[in-house]
């Protein structure tokens, strides 16, 4: 129970610390964070080859399940959204790295729904920031009370890095 519930608090944490509406012009809500503000509060974040600014997030071979967006919509606003884009750039080091860029909806603990993408070195490059976007209609599902979550995915737990994680909400 211990190795669920601390990853989910760290996550959780993670999440509301670095995330912050960039532009509400009340009809779109856009979250980014380019890991700066977290440099020196959390290990993982690193100075050095960023994709913008100085600092990215190191995704070890210890994590399956990178920090990302998780959030009820009501908290982002009272209002619906049709679509949420999904852009973060990574940088993958060596040959054989495959992860997926993942949205799911969650209700009272079962997901509802899912988008992937993955992405793999051989598309890629080796050695160089890539963006990767994924789209989500939501018109089905969203509800004020359900639960978004984005995320990378690294099933076989390779190391590479990740910045500029962004979420933007549309209306």
């Known amino acids: 129970?211990?190795?669920i519930i601390f990853p989910l608090?760290?996550?959780?944490?993670?999440?509301?610390?670095?995330?912050?509406p960039q532009n509400n012009d009340h009809k779109n809500h856009i979250y980014l964070n380019d890991f700066e503000s977290l440099f020196?509060?959390?290990p993982n974040v690193l100075k050095g080859k960023s994709h913008?600014?100085?600092?990215?997030?190191?995704?070890?071979?210890q994590i399956e399940y990178t920090p990302?967006?998780?959030?009820s919509f009501e908290n982002i606003s009272p209002n619906s959204f049709a679509k949420v884009k999904v852009k973060v750039h990574?940088?993958?080091?060596?040959?054989?790295?495959?992860?997926?860029?993942q949205i799911q909806i969650w209700d009272k603990g079962t997901m509802l729904n899912m988008q992937s993408i993955e992405f793999e070195t051989r598309d890629l490059g080796v050695s160089q920031w890539k963006k990767v976007n994924l789209e989500m209609d939501l018109i089905k599902d969203y509800d004020p009370s359900k639960e978004i979550r984005?995320?990378?995915?690294?099933?076989?737990?390779?190391s590479f890095m990740m910045d500029d994680f962004q979420v933007t909400f549309l209306q």
Request: glycine letters at 8%; charged letters at 15%.
């Open 90 to 101: 990574v940088y993958l080091p060596e040959k054989d790295i495959q992860a997926a860029l």
């Open 68 to 71: 990302g967006f998780i959030q």
């Open 1 to 3: 129970m211990k190795k």
């Open 40 to 42: 020196g509060v959390f």
């Open 52 to 61: 913008s600014g100085d600092c990215f997030y190191q995704v070890t071979d």
């Open 150 to 158: 984005i995320f990378i995915h690294n099933p076989y737990r390779k």
């Open 9 to 20: 608090f760290y996550l959780f944490f993670f999440l509301n610390s670095c995330f912050g």
